[in-house]
Nanobody, 128 residues
Framework: QVQLVESGGGSVQAGGSLRLSCAAA??????MAWFRQAPGKEREGVAA???????TYADFVKGRFTISRNDDLTTLYLQMNSLKPEDTATYYC????????????????????????WGQGTQVTVSS
């Protein structure tokens, strides 16, 4: 049973914007993240956010993408601005249990093996 459902993908020209959403009502206490996978490439972490709304970003999206959650933690978003052709990929919503790091609950490393729950993905295509 798929419990993470992405939406908002589409086609856009370079420099444009898209906003992805992920319905995640059963994951309020989880760390949430966006991953992406381009054809022929491995799935990579894009951004993550914990239930305290603290975000983490991959270097290649810093300053362009913003991850957020709504106030009741039922929906995850990814605002993507200044899109580039190399951002073309299938984008996945994922959830993981937070981990205790230095006495604080933190999201795990933003790698595929650390996230247990996945959506089916939404396609983003950026043309030059």
């Amino acid at each position: 049973q798929v419990q993470l459902v992405e939406s908002g993908g589409g086609s856009v020209q370079a420099g444009g914007s898209l906003r992805l959403s992920c319905a995640a009502a059963n994951y309020r206490s989880y760390c949430m993240a966006w991953f992406r996978q381009a054809p022929g490439k491995e799935r990579e972490g894009v951004a993550a956010i914990d239930h305290y709304m603290r975000p983490t970003y991959a270097d290649f999206v810093k300053g362009r993408f913003t991850i957020s959650r709504n106030d009741d933690l039922t929906t995850l978003y990814l605002q993507m601005n200044s899109l580039k052709p190399e951002d073309t990929a299938t984008y996945y919503c994922a959830a993981a249990h937070p981990q205790v790091v230095g006495g604080d609950w933190r999201c795990p490393r933003m790698t595929v093996d650390q996230y247990d729950h996945w959506g089916q993905g939404t396609q983003v295509t950026v043309s030059s």
